[in-house]
């Protein structure tokens, strides 16, 4: 439920943000902030496309699938900061510190939300299991 709500939260407010700066863009033309933002949105599509496909590559060991995961987003986000000029030749390391410093946080809290789900679901499997026992 909370990764529900907060999908659709990140969600909502993106669609605000990209409103908010269209209408900036019609009214005031293309200055930086805009651009920021609409780079963003499109790396953040790219980076969404590449996890999926990354996903449909099923590999046994749950660690190699995040490393090829994480390497994949890493390198895309170095390749499109350095054509739009958010990295230079010598910091081209910072991509990955950047997908790190998002990435790290993220699977911790996805792996908390998936560990509540799965006690959620024993609890439940534990509960039949006792009613079917009483029958």
Aim: charge should be positive; hydrophobic fraction near 60%.
């Amino acid at each position: 439920m909370l990764k529900e709500i907060l999908k659709k939260t990140f969600i909502f407010t993106a669609i605000i943000i990209l409103v908010v700066f269209s209408f900036s863009l019609l009214l005031g033309g293309m200055k930086s902030e805009i651009m920021l933002v609409f780079e963003i949105f499109i790396l953040s599509f790219f980076v969404t496309v590449i996890q999926h496909f990354v996903k449909q590559v099923i590999c046994t060991y749950f660690f190699i699938n995040i490393m090829i995961e994480y390497f994949s987003v890493s390198i895309f986000v170095f390749l499109y900061g350095y054509f739009v000029e958010w990295f230079f030749r010598s910091n081209w390391w910072m991509a990955f510190v950047y997908v790190a410093i998002v990435y790290v946080p993220a699977y911790f809290l996805d792996m908390a939300v998936v560990k509540r789900d799965i006690n959620y679901i024993n609890a439940q499997l534990e509960r039949i299991r006792k009613n079917n026992e009483k029958i």
